[in-house]
Every structure is written in C-alpha cells, then in structure tokens.
C-alpha cells in the first residue's frame, strides 16, 4: 500500500542479505503480543514492521500470543488483539499460535537442560535472587543451591510442577555465568511458579516458563527466521542465542532489535494504560483519548492514517520521542480528500435577519468537498433565524478582525452578505441576539462596490438540528510523561470538552459518511455508543483543520 521498498530499513537490508546468501528460504516473521491489555500505537508499529516484511518478501509472519503470565492475561484480551489486526487489515499465517501450547515441549526442553547440568531448582527467594544477581558493577554470587546434583534438580523440578511449592518458593534457573558483563545471563530465571490457572490451559500447569525461556524456542518451534522486537530485549539477545543452542533445536532463528515507539504526550505500556483506566482518568481501553488501537479507531483514525504513520517513524535502533503532530498529519492527510463538508455551530448564538419576511426561505446546493464533485452535494437554507459561532462575532470592530463586528459585513459561508446592525443582551452584559440586514445581490457574487472580507459558517435554526460534540486535548500535560516516575502528576484534568450546538439537518438524511468535515472546525466522526446514551446526536473530535490544540 505504502511502497515500502526492500532496502527501508536495517532490517531489510539483513533479510536481503540472508536470501542472498541462502541462509533462509522463505522470510517467516511473528507478531507476538502478551494478552494483558489492549494494542496501543506502539503496537502498531511492531505490526506493520512484521506484516508488511512478510508481504513484501511473499513470506508469512503467525500471530502469536505470548501467554506465560496466567496472572494478567485474558481471553477477552485475545479477542480485542485479533479484532484490532484484522482491522488494520492484516492477515496472519493459517491458525493462531499460543505460547501456551508449547508448555509440554517446553518443559521437556528443561528436562534437557537439567540433564546437561544447564538448569538447577533454587531455592533462594526472588528478594535473596536479587540480590545475589549483583549490579552493574559488582559481578554476581553463585546460589548456594546452584551445584545440587542433576537428579535432585530433576526430583525438584518435577515436585514444582506436581504442584508441591508455593508462588516464589523456588524457580528453576539455567546455570550460565554469575560473573557475565551482562547480567541477564547471570543465572536467568526459566520456570517460576503460579498457582493460578491459566485463561487457556486452566488448572493443567502450576508452573510457567519466563519469556525468555519460551520465545525463543516458540519462534524456533514455528520456523520463524527473523523474531523482530523492541530494544528493551537487546541483552537477552545473549540468552535468546545461548537458550537455542543448548537445548540442540534443529531452526535457530535470530532475533533483531529496533527502537520502541514513543509518542509525545502519552504513555505506551499497557501496564500504565491499565492503571488510567481503574483510577477512571478514561472511559476504558476503548475511549477515543486512549493510544490503543481501539481508542484511537474511536476518535476516528482511520487503518490507512495509522499504517501511513508506522512507515514515516521508519525503523531504527535510536530510540526517540515522536511528535503528536505526525500522527495528526497523517490523519488529517487522509480525511482531506475523502470527507465530505458541512457546517455546524459549536457555540451557537443567535441571528435575526431584519429585513426579509418570516417564511422566506431560501434553498442553496452546497459541493460536499470544493475540489471533488465526485463527493455530491446537499443542501441548505437561509433563512430569517439562524445561528453563528460565538467567536465570529465582536461587538467593537478592530482591522485584524476578519469576521462580524457590529456595523460591519461578513459573508456567510456559500450564502450572502450579512451586516450587524444590532445586539441584544441579558442582564448579565452577555449578547443573546444579533440583529442583522442581509445584500439580496450577494449570492454567489460579490458585491460591485465594496471588499468584504471574511467568511463565517452557520446553520438556519429551522433547518438544523442540535448535536453535541466532544473535543480532545491530551491525557497528559507534558510532552514525555513516559519519563517521569510521578506521570500521574501531569495528568490534564480538562482532556474532554463537552459543546452543545447545531448541524446542519440535511446531515442526518446524508449521514452515510464515516467521518465528516465541520467547516472551519475541523474532522469528526458520529460517537455511536455516546449518540444512543444521549439521544442526541454526538460527535468525537478527530483533529482540527491545522495548527495544533495542545
Ligand atoms: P507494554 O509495555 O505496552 O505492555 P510489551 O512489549 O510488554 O508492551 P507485548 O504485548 O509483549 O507488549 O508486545 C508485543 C510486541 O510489540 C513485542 O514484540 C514488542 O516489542 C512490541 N512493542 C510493544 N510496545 C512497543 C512500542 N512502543 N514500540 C514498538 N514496538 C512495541
Ligand atoms: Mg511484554
């Protein structure tokens, strides 16, 4: 769809490389996400890097769920994950994989390493674990448990899956190097123990192997060549390597890093998405301010926009922190085309047309997008009562001022010159009404012997009807709240807007669009779930016409 092309990025250039070379046949990519949450945008990136390789190179990439965790993860999280795939149009190789239906290989495969003197049964706790594990600069102590000869290991190990220990009271670790430089290889742990039951396997497994026990050998188990994952996995690349090779797997693929997604503004773990939603700073995964798939399908963003992102982020191993405005350009950039026009009035106040009766009516046919008629039209009214935006109007005139000001003209949108002539107000100073004469000789034409300048949306109070609309600003306040440990802090407390107002009516006969165009407001899209709960028709904000709002 976006032409990527087959030197895009490091990755590529390694994939060309191995069919070159021969190392590989066929390129068989994964996407493997753990079913603890929703897909966010950082997600998506990992997607199309996967999806689209395999594409490209006619290749296959399996999704695959990373379920070794029984405490977080749910079917009703699997079932969002594939919902959220195939809607960013992506089709994975023949069936679903688990990690999960590898537990009896798995096991097996620490059977072996047991047997080679690889892997031992500790029984130290994960606090005395910790801390034997040693630092950066101070190197690791052995686990006093670590020379127990390899048929207590097997008698323990077979006692923690016969179900005979508590959570935390013993794992089994492999025995690689308490002095590495790289202190994932420092005896890592590869089963710990759960007494919960798992969402697939349910009460069959009381012990579950770590992720860096069972990635590896699920993407080796699936002929996987290229297991592609986030810089965060850069040392267990060691581990990844080391595990394949001891337990002797016939297929040793590699894994590669590139850098994670970071967007300005939010928070990209589902662990901190989780923790917005319980103290209900969102209205769950799906609220269309949230970073997930979900949400931002919500808000309007369209498969293509979100796709068209990945690719400008490109691929690198430098991790950085992505403007919001990109992921904005690229939405605004496919709704510009397709979406078509009309006019609603957010801040609604009133307009009297002095000078024409109170049945005139006049019926225009407006272009549904001025560049493309291929959209349609539809039509509108003028008549005696309509209203504008608040903003449109000032009661003193000033020259920078394009729109309304008392005494002074202003065209309406694909209608006539209007001129205020008079305002009423409450008794708090606040204007209710506008009183205006309109230039019958203005429609279409401009007028012989003056310049009027701007040009102001409206609707007809008889031929429009009343909408809400909700506007977004960010969750957060600062651009890298990911970065601070106190994010809860910068959370703005004023992200939803809440507008009454009007649209035009000729809208709900035409409402067939999936998202619109409000005239000098910006894209919106109907919010079916907030529509039917306010009996009233409700719109999301999708991204205003330009410039930024936050
Ligand atoms: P989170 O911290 O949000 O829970 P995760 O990495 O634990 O993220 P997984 O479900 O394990 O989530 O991720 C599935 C795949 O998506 C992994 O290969 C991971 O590297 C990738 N991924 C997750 N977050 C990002 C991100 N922000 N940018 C790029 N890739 C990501
Ligand atoms: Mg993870």
């Not at 590529?12 to 191995?18: E, H, P, R, S, T």
């Not at 794992?171 to 710990?192: E, F, G, Q, W």
């Not at 300048?453 to 109070?461: A, M, P, Q, T």
């Amino acid at each position: 769809m976006f032409n990527y092309k087959k030197n895009e990025n490091f990755i590529f250039k390694i994939i060309n490389k191995d069919l070159k070379k021969k190392k590989i046949k066929q390129v068989y990519t994964r996407f493997p996400p753990e079913p603890n949450g929703f897909l966010h945008i950082g997600h998506a990136k990992s997607i199309c890097l996967n999806f689209e390789i395999a594409k490209i190179y006619n290749g296959k990439c399996n999704l695959r769920f990373d379920d070794t965790n029984p405490s977080t993860e749910k079917k009703n999280y699997v079932k969002s994950i594939k919902k959220n795939i195939k809607w960013m149009g992506y089709e994975w190789n023949k069936k679903i994989f688990y990690s999960s239906q590898y537990f009896k290989k798995l096991y097996k495969y620490a059977i072996k390493l047991i047997k080679k003197k690889l892997a031992y049964v500790d029984k130290l706790s994960k606090k005395e674990i910790k801390k034997y594990r040693g630092t950066l600069k101070k190197k690791g102590t052995n686990s006093p448990y670590r020379n127990q000869s390899i048929k207590k290991n097997l008698y323990l190990f077979k006692q923690m899956k016969k179900g005979k220990f508590k959570d935390g009271e013993v794992c089994l670790r492999a025995k690689i190097n308490m002095k590495s430089l790289n202190i994932t290889m420092r005896d890592p742990v590869l089963y710990r123990v759960k007494n919960i039951p798992h969402y697939r396997t349910k009460n069959k497994w009381c012990i579950y192997p770590t992720y860096d026990f069972s990635h590896c050998i699920s993407d080796a188990i699936e002929g996987v060549t290229h297991s592609l994952c986030s810089l965060e996995f850069l040392n267990n690349n060691e581990l990844y390597k080391w595990i394949l090779k001891k337990i002797n797997i016939k297929k040793k693929p590699k894994q590669y890093e590139f850098s994670r997604l970071n967007l300005e503004y939010t928070v990209l773990s589902k662990r901190k998405l989780k923790i917005l939603i319980k103290k209900k700073i969102v209205d769950g995964w799906k609220d269309p301010r949230m970073p997930t798939i979900s949400g931002l399908k919500n808000r309007g963003y369209t498969p293509k926009s979100i796709k068209k992102f990945c690719k400008k982020i490109g691929i690198s191993k430098k991790n950085n922190l992505i403007e919001l405005s990109l992921l904005e350009h690229c939405i605004r950039n496919d709704l510009n085309s397709k979406t078509p026009r009309f006019m609603a009035v957010l801040n609604p106040i009133k307009i009297i047309i002095t000078n024409i009766s109170d049945d005139y009516k006049k019926k225009i046919i407006v272009p549904n997008h001025p560049l493309y008629p291929n959209i349609g039209t539809h039509k509108i009214y003028f008549n005696k009562i309509i209203y504008i935006d608040k903003s449109d109007f000032k009661e003193n005139f000033s020259s920078k001022y394009k729109r309304l000001s008392l005494n002074k003209e202003v065209r309406l949108r694909y209608s006539y010159i209007i001129k205020a002539t008079k305002i009423k107000k409450d008794n708090k100073g606040n204007i209710k009404t506008i009183f205006c004469t309109y230039d019958k000789d203005t429609l279409g034409k401009k007028p012989k012997n003056r310049k009027v300048k701007g040009v102001i949306h409206w609707v007809s109070k008889k031929y429009s009807v009343p909408a809400k609309f909700q506007l977004f600003k960010p969750i957060f306040t600062i651009k890298n709240p990911e970065n601070k440990k106190k994010y809860l802090k910068y959370i703005n407390k004023k992200s939803i807007k809440i507008k009454n107002g009007f649209i035009e009516k000729c809208f709900l006969e035409k409402n067939k669009f999936n998202s619109i165009q409000f005239e000098r407001e910006g894209y919106f899209i109907i919010n079916k779930k907030n529509t039917i709960k306010n009996k009233k028709i409700t719109f999301n904000k999708i991204v205003s016409l330009k410039g930024k709002n936050y």
